[in-house]
């Protein structure tokens, strides 16, 4: 038996129970480690299977403690001894207070851009023809050299395209934002992951914005979701 | 398995949204070293696939061949 772990805060009150099921249909509870309160439901089985009722019971506490103030939401499938929770809050403390008011009163919003990595890599190309006359008559080695510097420049342009984007992106929310965590992925469709801490107040014109910035750009998709729990802005740095 | 970008580009938005609540509930979130174990052994292959697509390709690499050497594979992060 042990304690499955949904979120922390600083703002519940102990002992107070949630009007919704978590994992294994069980009422998940809030208990005081000090100044910070961890939701949790007592469970009997481990390890947590990954099934939808699952993930979606772990989403659902999380959103409704998310109802009344902004938690720092645990991984799906931690599950813990009490004494093993008391000794990470206990030597952590700082960091989590600081944690929590770095996310209170704010939401995270996800914005993925996908591009059709092929039609940038062909575009590159048709702009680009000398390469092939350059490999014309060569002998194998320097042709062989040439297709390598050829790729690693494409690489390089790659890099570069998907930076600016991310640049484009930021630029456009600019202080719509309070915090980001951005991930740029030159070689995948999914060019870019942007998750955005933004103040609660503000996700309407947040949405309105992210919308406006996706028209600008017809020869890329957008995935927006949120809001969402602070995810992303749940990690203590070691 | 490998993942290509068509396949990202033609996901329907149902299976996007799917794919963003476990993008989020699977891959962040606080962590308590060591302490995350899930099982994966009845698991609807969609949502190792739309894992994939958001995870890390290590890290589903990772459960796949525990898979295949387990009755019961676990992921431990």
């Given amino acids: ?4 772990l949904y979120c922390l805060s600083d703002e519940l009150k102990a002992g107070a129970t949630l009007s919704v099921t978590g994992i294994a249909e069980i009422a998940p509870r809030v208990i005081e480690l000090g100044a ?17 009722d699952n993930v979606i019971a772990h989403e659902r506490v999380i959103d409704c403690v998310m109802a009344q103030t902004t938690p720092l939401p645990f991984r799906f499938g931690s599950v813990v001894k009490p004494d093993e929770l008391q000794a990470y809050i206990a030597s952590n403390e700082d960091r989590l207070r600081s944690l929590l008011d770095r996310v209170r009163g704010a939401v995270e919003m996800s914005v993925k851009i996908i591009w059709d990595r092929e039609a940038v890599v062909g575009e590159r190309a048709k ?3 000398d390469d092939l006359v350059k490999a014309e008559g060569a002998g194998p080695g320097l042709s062989f050299l040439l297709a390598k510097q050829k790729q690693m420049e494409g690489r390089q342009e790659l890099k570069i395209k998907a930076g600016l984007l991310a640049s484009w992106l930021d630029e456009g929310l600019g202080r719509l934002v309070r915090d980001r965590v951005v991930t740029i992925n030159p070689a995948d469709a999914m060019v870019v992951r942007a998750a955005h801490l933004v103040e609660r107040g503000r996700v309407a014109e947040y ?3 992210v919308n406006w910035l996706s028209r600008e750009r017809n020869d890329l ?6 809001a969402w729990p602070p995810y992303s802005f749940s990690h203590l740095r070691s | 398995m490998s993942v290509t970008d068509k396949d990202l580009l033609e996901l329907e938005t149902s299976e996007l949204s799917l794919l963003e609540t476990l993008d989020h509930v699977l891959n962040r979130g606080l962590v308590i070293a060591g302490e995350i174990t899930i099982s994966v052994a009845d698991i609807d292959l969609i949502f190792v696939g739309l ?6 390709v290590e890290t589903i690499e ?15 992060d």
């Fill in chain 1, 1 to 4: 038996m042990g304690l499955y």
């Fill in chain 1, 36 to 52: 910070i309160k961890a939701v949790v439901s007592d469970v009997q089985t481990h390890p947590v299977r990954v099934t939808k």
């Fill in chain 1, 127 to 129: 702009n680009r023809p």
């Fill in chain 1, 207 to 209: 949405r309105e914005r």
């Fill in chain 1, 221 to 226: 998709r957008f995935l927006t979701s949120g």
């Fill in chain 2, 51 to 56: 894992n994939v697509l958001v995870g890390s």
């Fill in chain 2, 62 to 76: 990772e459960v796949l061949g525990e898979r295949a050497e387990s009755d019961v594979p676990r992921l431990n």
